[in-house]
C-alpha cells in the first residue's frame, strides 16, 4: 500500500494537506450526478430491468463474489441474468468483449474472467457499458442485467442499486479522493437500494455478507483439490493480488495456517517469477489471482475459491423490490 493509501485510512498529515482538493473534488461530483438527475445529462434506458453492484470506496470491497451469488440467487427466483463489466486490466483492442470460460485474462480482465467461469453465465465487457449491454441482449436471451461496479456510470439507468462495504476497513477516513477512499460522498450510501458490508459490522448498517473459503485447488488441474487442514503444519507462501490483500491473509491465519505473505498491485499481470519463491514449499493465492496464472503454474500452486453467504431476509427483499 502506498503512503497516499495508507493515509486513507490512519491520521496523517498528507490528509489535512489535500482536503482542498478532496472537497473540490466532491463538488464536481454532486454537480455531474445532479446533472444525470435533472436531464441535463442525457440518460439511458435499457429494455431489462438493471442491478448495479458498486461501492462508493476505492479497492476492493467484495463486488466480484456478490455478483456471482447474485446470479446464483436470480436464477433460483426464474431469471435468466446476464453480466457486463468494464472490463478493468484488459488490454482487448477492440470493444465491447464477450467473456467466455477460455478467454484471456490479459484481453478482457481478471475479474470478468473469474465470474464466467464461476457461473457460466452470458458476460459482455467494455468501457462503453451501453454498448456492452446491448450485445449482450443480442447474443443471448437475457431478461435481467448485472453490471458489475458502475454506480458512477449513471449514463446507465438502473433499476437497483447494491452498494458493498468493506466491514473491516468501512469507509477510511470518511473524506473524498485524493484525502480519503471515496469517489462519492458518504452521504450517497444513503441513496441506494441495498448495502452489502464484507464481513458484516459497519455500525449494523446493511446486510452482512461473509466469504466462506472452500477446498483448495490446484491452480495448473482444477480438478486436483486438498483440504485446508492439509496445509498445517508447514510453511506456505501466500500469494494475493487484490484490493486488499490482508482479507485474503487474515482467511489463512484464522484457518491456522503458518504464512509468508506475498502482496501484488491489483490486477498484477503475473509472470512466472512472481510466484517463484526459489523452494518447493505450496503456494496459496485467491481464484482472482489464478485465473492469470495457470499457465505458468505448476504443483506447488493452489487457490482458494471463496463463496459469498448473505442471509435469507436479503434475497427476499431484493425479490420484492425487483416484483414492484
Not at 13 to 18: C, G, P, V
Not at 116 to 145: C, E, F, K, W, Y
Not at 148 to 176: F, P, S, T, W
Not at 211 to 226: I, N
Request: proline share 6%; net charge neutral; hydrophobic share 40%.
Amino acid at each position: 500500500m502506498s503512503r497516499l493509501q495508507d493515509s486513507w485510512y490512519h491520521r496523517s498529515l498528507i490528509t489535512w494537506l489535500l482536503l482542498p482538493i478532496s472537497w473540490l473534488f466532491c463538488l464536481l461530483v454532486l454537480v455531474r450526478r445532479a446533472f444525470y438527475r435533472f436531464g441535463v445529462l442525457s440518460s439511458y434506458q435499457l429494455p431489462v430491468p438493471v442491478i448495479v453492484v458498486g461501492n462508493i470506496s476505492v479497492g476492493g470491497t467484495g463486488k466480484t463474489p456478490l455478483v456471482i451469488a447474485l446470479v446464483e440467487l436470480l436464477r433460483t427466483r426464474g431469471w435468466t441474468p446476464g453480466v457486463i463489466s468494464r472490463g478493468y486490466g484488459g488490454q482487448a483492442t477492440e470493444w465491447p468483449q464477450p467473456v467466455h470460460a477460455n478467454s484471456a485474462a490479459r484481453l478482457i480482465g481478471d475479474e470478468p474472467l473469474l465470474i464466467a467461469q464461476r457461473t457460466g453465465v452470458p458476460m459482455v465487457v467494455g468501457p462503453d457499458r451501453i454498448a456492452a449491454a446491448h450485445q449482450l441482449l443480442t447474443a443471448n436471451r437475457v431478461d435481467i442485467i448485472i453490471s458489475d461496479d458502475g454506480l458512477q456510470h449513471y449514463k446507465m439507468q438502473r433499476d437497483v442499486e447494491i452498494a458493498v462495504v468493506d466491514g473491516a476497513r468501512n469507509l477510511g477516513n470518511g473524506h473524498c479522493l485524493p484525502a480519503g477512499p471515496l469517489r462519492e460522498p458518504r452521504s450517497r450510501l444513503g441513496k441506494v437500494d441495498f448495502i452489502v458490508v464484507n464481513g458484516g459490522g459497519g455500525g449494523g448498517e446493511g446486510f452482512p455478507m461473509y466469504l466462506e473459503p472452500q477446498s483448495p485447488r490446484c491452480v495448473a488441474d482444477d480438478q486436483h483439490m486438498k483440504l485446508l487442514d492439509d496445509f498445517r503444519g508447514q510453511r506456505i507462501h501466500a500469494l494475493a493480488g487484490i484490493g486488499n490483500p490482508q482479507r485474503f491473509f487474515q482467511m489463512l491465519e484464522r484457518a491456522g495456517l503458518e504464512i509468508t505473505c506475498h502482496s501484488f498491485p491489483d490486477h498484477h499481470q503475473y509472470v512466472a517469477a512472481d510466484i517463484d519463491f526459489g523452494d518447493a514449499a505450496p503456494v496459496l493465492m485467491t481464484e482472482k489471482d489464478a485465473v492469470k496464472c495457470r499457465s505458468i503454474s505448476d504443483g506447488r500452486h493452489w487457490y482458494i475459491p471463496v463463496t459469498a453467504r448473505l442471509p435469507d431476509e436479503f434475497g427476499q427483499s431484493l425479490n420484492n423490490f425487483l416484483e414492484r
